[in-house]
T-cell receptor, first 113, second 114 residues
Framework: KQEVTQIPAALSVPEGENLVLNCSFT??????LQWFRQDPGKGLTSLLL?????REQTSGRLNASLDKSSGRSTLYIAASQPGDSATYLC????????????FGKGTRLSVIA | DTEVTQTPKHLVMGMTNKKSLKCEQH?????MYWYKQKAKKPPELMFV???????INESVPSRFSPECPNSSLLNLHLHALQPEDSALYLC?????????????FGQGTRLTVV
């Protein structure tokens, strides 16, 4: 059974710092991996999608990497801002089609001004 | 348009009420999902629809009844709920093939059962 782990569970950093969020998964045979952001009481916003054949994806200040063989992904946030404060969720999809996502428990990020 | 729209945003219902949650997307996605999320926990899968047919039911109690009337709409009918069913209910959609099956989520319905 696929299990997804996110470390750390919570993180507090001063504004302007670069930071890395970690995600690991037990079964390396994934179809894709997706990073989401969730603000309190809100839905999930898709940040980056990495296909199993890709090594990284970038969007603005965000960069996500994928190492399938070691079962790891990282989300790098450059020059963090208070508006980046949210919970970040990592999720993997095992197959194409309607196979549902398997989520980690998330990392709660606080960026202090 | 990458939007999944859920209504209502908030719902308070009694244990004897019947209510429905609605979800709509116009991205041409043929897979739609219902998730339940409790505070400070990740989303938990409830149901999956593929081509308007129920393909996965994660042993959800029958007081939750999903419906997919067409390829753009997904409903969740609620009846005789318990206070422990209070949660954020999230709808999501994705392509069934091509484009990497990126999942898009709605903003959720905050349900309180009293």
């Amino acid at each position: 059974k696929q299990e997804v782990t996110q470390i750390p569970a919570a993180l507090s950093v001063p504004e302007g710092e670069n930071l890395v969020l970690n995600c690991s998964f037990t079964d390396s045979a994934i179809y894709n991996l997706q990073w989401f952001r969730q603000d309190p009481g809100k839905g999930l916003t898709s940040l980056l999608l990495i296909q199993s054949s890709q090594r990284e994806q970038t969007s603005g200040r965000l960069n996500a990497s994928l190492d399938k063989s070691s079962g790891r992904s990282t989300l790098y946030i450059a020059a963090s801002q208070p508006g980046d404060s949210a919970t970040y969720l990592c999720a993997v999809k095992l197959n194409s089609g309607n196979t549902p996502l398997v989520f980690g428990k998330g990392t709660r990020l606080s960026v202090i001004a | 348009d990458t939007e999944v729209t859920q209504t209502p945003k908030h719902l308070v219902m009694g244990m004897t009420n019947k209510k429905s949650l609605k979800c709509e997307q116009h991205m041409g996605h043929r897979a739609m999902y219902w998730y339940k999320q409790k505070a400070k926990k990740p989303p938990e899968l409830m149901f999956v629809y593929s081509y308007e047919k129920l393909s996965i039911n994660e042993s959800v109690p029958s007081r939750f009844s999903p419906e997919c009337p067409n390829s753009s709409l997904l409903n969740l009918h609620l009846h005789a709920l318990q206070p422990e069913d209070s949660a954020l209910y999230l709808c999501a959609s994705s392509q069934l093939r091509d484009r990497g099956s990126e999942a898009f989520f709605g903003q959720g319905t905050r349900l309180t059962v009293v």
